[in-house]
């Protein structure tokens, strides 16, 4: 209700009380600085507490002296009895998110991209349902399709142009497919930054994850407190923790036409910081071996990944989970 107002999955009832809380809360749910919303438990002094609040991701935190967009210690939520207390966490600036030598057969983990992009990750192997016979590289849509503003079958090369991989060289894959943004003003519409590249030759790539190895499948759970794990071009074999599963934050992307312009994004899953500037298509797995995300962003302190389930459903795909 505060990010969608009237938009938001309620009953109509609620419906005006919501648009007038979305209207009246937008300066500090979107005001400068504001780097998104989710719900987590409230940090004091280093220490977290037991009970669940509203979180609100501010690049930094300042005196009271100089924040114009205040918020609020508690907000009224129709439809609920008692106020919802609110708390303010300091992240760094979320910025979207480089092992980068030429491998082949190429390896999950490794450098890869769009010959528009600097470089990303090659998260993992994925088929595309009705197609048992082609093989796709799973990444991101900024990695892949540079921000979804690419043409299908353009070139996409092994390593990154970033790490001197060069067309038609180092060319690996085609691009297939993405997950189209859609641009707003102020709601959350979007699930993933997610593309998939056909593969040239099966025998240039494997399934196996760096220090991971093959994945075992997926899992649509995530909690608060789980330990993930993921390899990625820069920051290679990491581990973080999960602390927020509702966040939804916006950035932004390039428009198909030039330009750029605000993507929210939602159902997002919030880290510690676990990655750097490169690691972006990484495959999140967690304890089991089973991949739970797909890494596109971070800032400072935090990394922030898609759910794979809505990167399944949307690219129609299913994981690889056998050697190759």
């Known amino acids: 209700m505060l990010t969608e107002g009237g938009q938001a999955p309620i009953l109509q009832s609620l419906k005006p009380r919501a648009e007038s809380l979305h209207k009246s809360a937008r300066p500090w ?5 504001i780097q998104g919303l989710g719900i987590g ?3 004091t002094d280093a220490f977290v507490l037991p ?6 991701y501010v690049e930094k935190k300042l ?3 100089k924040v114009t967009n205040m918020v609020p210690e508690a907000v009224d ?4 009895e008692e106020q919802l207390a609110t ?3 300091e992240i760094g600036k979320v910025e979207l998110e480089s092992n980068t030598s030429r491998v082949r057969s190429a390896i999950p983990g490794f450098s890869i991209g769009h010959l528009e992009i600097s470089a990303g990750t090659l998260g993992c192997l994925v088929r595309v349902n009705g197609d048992d016979q082609g093989l796709y590289i799973l990444s991101n849509s900024h990695v892949l399709a540079n921000e979804g503003v690419a043409e299908k079958g353009d070139v996409i090369i092994q390593p990154g142009v970033f ?3 060069v067309a038609p060289d180092d060319a690996i894959a085609t691009l297939s497919d993405w997950v189209a943004f859609e641009f707003t003003d102020s709601t959350f519409p979007n699930l993933v930054d997610a593309a998939i590249a056909k593969v040239d030759s099966d025998q240039h790539v494997i399934s196996a994850i760096r220090k991971i190895g093959i994945p075992k499948g997926v899992s649509k759970t995530v909690r608060r407190g789980m330990r993930i794990r993921k390899t990625g071009r820069t920051t290679d074999f990491t581990t973080g923790v999960i602390t927020d599963i ?3 934050l916006a950035l932004d992307y390039k428009r198909p036409g030039g330009g750029e312009g605000r993507v929210g994004l939602r159902d997002q899953v919030l880290c510690t910081r676990y990655t750097a500037a490169g690691d972006s298509g990484s495959a999140v797995i967690n304890s089991k071996g089973f991949i739970i995300g797909l890494h596109f962003a971070g800032s400072p302190s935090t990394s922030i990944f898609n759910k794979i389930s809505n990167v399944i459903d949307l690219l129609d795909i299913s994981i690889v989970t056998t050697e190759i």
Request: hydrophobic share 30%.
């Open 29 to 33: 749910t979107m005001g400068e600085g």
């Open 41 to 43: 438990q409230k940090v």
């Open 51 to 56: 009970d669940l609040v509203l979180k609100v």
């Open 63 to 65: 005196p009271k002296s």
């Open 77 to 80: 939520i129709p439809g609920i």
């Open 87 to 89: 708390d303010v966490e």
């Open 163 to 165: 790490d001197d991989g």
């Open 246 to 248: 509702d966040y939804r």
